[in-house]
C-alpha cells in the first residue's frame, strides 16, 4: 500500500464547458446562461480539493477561450492541471443544458473530436501515477473512442502495478453508446478497479443484476450501489450496509454522483471507515443537487473530512 506520505488523487478524463440557463428556464427562451466547467473525473477532483485533498487531472483542451476558462477554473478550485495537456489545433468541448422541469433535463454535446476526446496513453506516466495514492476514471471516458480507453487502461495499470488504490465509476451515457455496446466494457474495467460504482441501471448493464454477491466482484474492496433518492447498497468488510441518502432541495440534479464519488475517495484517503466515508460522499451529493453547476454547491472540508451538520437528515440502518 501507500506510504502515509502520498495523499491525493489523480483523476482522467474529459472536461466540457457548459452553458446552463436558470433552472426552469428553456434555452431557447433564455437571454443569460451561465459558464460552467464539468466532466464527471474533474468533478471528482474538485470535490476532493474542497476536503483538502491533493487532486491532479490528467485531460486535454483546446487552445481556445473555453480551455482557459477550463483551466481557470480547475485552478481556482486547487486541482493541480500541469498534466492537461492544451490541444493547438483541437477544439475544447462544449455542452448545454437546461431543466425546464424537474425530471425533465435535456444536453446538447459539442464533443466529437474535441481536444478533450482525444485523450492518449502518453499522457499517463508512472511517476504521476506513485506520486498519488489513488487513481480515478469512469465510464463515460472508455466510452469516447479506443485512445481514451487506452488511457484508462494504462493508468489501472501502472495504478495495479504502483500498489494505488483504483476508483471505478460506470457512469454509463445513453449518448455515448447502447447498453449492448456498454455492458462489457464496463464490466470490464470495473473488475480492475478496488472501488466500483454504478447506479442500479448501470449495474444491470454491465453484471446483469444490482442485487449485488461477492461472486460478482470477486476482486473488489468496495462495490456500491446507487439508486437516487433511495438507499445505498455497500458491499465491503465482508458485509452488506444500506445507508440512506441526505434529503436535499433539488436545484440542478447533474453531478451528485461525482460529489458523491469524490467525498467518498476523500474520506477514504483521510482514513474514515467505509460507511462514514460513504457517508461523507452521500453529504457531498446532496450539496451538489441544492445548486446550480455541477460543483458550486460542493462543501469545503480539511484533511479529507467535512463537517457534517447534525440535522442533515440522514438515516442509518
Same mark, same amino acid.
Given at each position: 500500500?501507500?506510504?502515509?506520505?502520498?495523499?491525493?488523487?489523480?483523476?482522467?478524463?474529459?472536461?466540457?464547458?457548459?452553458?446552463?440557463?436558470?433552472?426552469?428556464?428553456?434555452?431557447?427562451?433564455? *437571454?443569460?446562461?451561465? #459558464?460552467? =466547467? /464539468?466532466?464527471?473525473?474533474?468533478?471528482? &477532483?474538485?470535490? @476532493?480539493? +474542497?476536503?483538502?485533498?491533493?487532486?491532479?487531472?490528467?485531460?486535454?483542451?483546446?487552445?481556445?477561450?473555453?480551455?482557459?476558462?477550463?483551466?481557470?477554473?480547475?485552478?481556482?478550485?486547487?486541482?493541480?492541471?500541469?498534466?492537461?495537456?492544451?490541444?493547438?489545433?483541437?477544439?475544447?468541448?462544449?455542452?448545454?443544458?437546461?431543466?425546464?422541469?424537474?425530471?425533465?433535463?435535456?444536453?446538447?454535446?459539442?464533443?466529437?473530436?474535441?481536444?478533450?476526446?482525444?485523450?492518449?496513453?502518453?499522457?499517463?506516466?508512472?511517476?504521476?501515477?506513485?506520486?498519488?495514492?489513488?487513481?480515478?476514471?469512469?465510464?463515460?471516458?472508455?466510452?469516447? *473512442?479506443?485512445?481514451? #480507453?487506452? =488511457? /484508462?487502461?494504462?493508468?489501472?495499470?501502472? &495504478?495495479?502495478? @504502483?500498489? +494505488?488504490?483504483?476508483?471505478?465509476?460506470?457512469?454509463?451515457?445513453?449518448?455515448?453508446?447502447?447498453?449492448?455496446?456498454?455492458?462489457?466494457?464496463?464490466?470490464?474495467?470495473?473488475?480492475?478497479?478496488?472501488?466500483?460504482?454504478?447506479?442500479?441501471?448501470?449495474?444491470?448493464?454491465?453484471?446483469?443484476?444490482?442485487?449485488?454477491?461477492?461472486?460478482?466482484?470477486?476482486?473488489?474492496?468496495?462495490?456500491?450501489?446507487?439508486?437516487?433518492?433511495?438507499?445505498?447498497?455497500?458491499?465491503?468488510?465482508?458485509?452488506?450496509?444500506?445507508?440512506?441518502?441526505?434529503?436535499?432541495?433539488?436545484?440542478?440534479?447533474?453531478?451528485?454522483?461525482?460529489?458523491?464519488?469524490?467525498?467518498?475517495?476523500?474520506?477514504?484517503?483521510?482514513?474514515?471507515?467505509?460507511?462514514?466515508?460513504?457517508?461523507?460522499?452521500?453529504?457531498?451529493?446532496?450539496?451538489?443537487?441544492?445548486?446550480?453547476?455541477?460543483?458550486?454547491?460542493?462543501?469545503?472540508?480539511?484533511?479529507?473530512?467535512?463537517?457534517?451538520?447534525?440535522?442533515?437528515?440522514?438515516?442509518?440502518?
Amino acid at each position: 500500500m501507500p506510504s502515509s506520505e502520498i495523499r491525493g488523487v489523480l483523476s482522467v478524463g474529459e472536461v466540457l464547458a457548459a452553458f446552463v440557463p436558470d433552472t426552469g428556464e428553456a434555452f431557447r427562451r433564455a *437571454r443569460q446562461v451561465h #459558464r460552467f =466547467t /464539468v466532466g464527471a473525473e474533474a468533478n471528482v &477532483a474538485v470535490a @476532493a480539493s +474542497r476536503l483538502g485533498i491533493k487532486s491532479t487531472c490528467i485531460s486535454r483542451v483546446g487552445a481556445d477561450l473555453l480551455g482557459q476558462g477550463i483551466l481557470d477554473d480547475l485552478r481556482h478550485e486547487g486541482v493541480d492541471t500541469s498534466l492537461v495537456e492544451v490541444d493547438s489545433t483541437g477544439f475544447t468541448g462544449s455542452l448545454i443544458r437546461e431543466t425546464p422541469a424537474p425530471g425533465a433535463t435535456r444536453v446538447t454535446y459539442r464533443r466529437e473530436g474535441s481536444a478533450g476526446s482525444q485523450l492518449s496513453p502518453a499522457q499517463i506516466t508512472r511517476e504521476a501515477v506513485e506520486a498519488h495514492s489513488h487513481v480515478h476514471a469512469s465510464g463515460i471516458t472508455v466510452a469516447l *473512442r479506443p485512445a481514451a #480507453r487506452d =488511457t /484508462v487502461r494504462k493508468l489501472f495499470s501502472q &495504478a495495479r502495478s @504502483a500498489r +494505488r488504490t483504483i476508483s471505478f465509476d460506470m457512469n454509463y451515457r445513453s449518448q455515448l453508446w447502447t447498453p449492448t455496446e456498454a455492458g462489457p466494457v464496463l464490466r470490464e474495467y470495473a473488475l480492475l478497479a478496488d472501488i466500483i460504482i454504478g447506479g442500479r441501471t448501470e449495474w444491470e448493464i454491465a453484471f446483469g443484476s444490482a442485487e449485488l454477491t461477492p461472486e460478482m466482484v470477486p476482486n473488489a474492496a468496495l462495490a456500491i450501489v446507487t439508486d437516487g433518492d433511495q438507499d445505498i447498497q455497500v458491499h465491503g468488510d465482508g458485509k452488506t450496509v444500506s445507508l440512506s441518502p441526505f434529503p436535499s432541495s433539488v436545484v440542478d440534479p447533474v453531478g451528485a454522483g461525482d460529489g458523491f464519488v469524490g467525498g467518498l475517495i476523500a474520506g477514504l484517503i483521510a482514513g474514515l471507515s467505509t460507511e462514514d466515508a460513504v457517508r461523507q460522499g452521500a453529504y457531498c451529493g446532496s450539496q451538489v443537487v441544492s445548486r446550480l453547476g455541477d460543483w458550486t454547491g460542493l462543501p469545503f472540508g480539511s484533511r479529507g473530512i467535512v463537517e457534517i451538520p447534525h440535522n442533515a437528515g440522514e438515516v442509518r440502518r
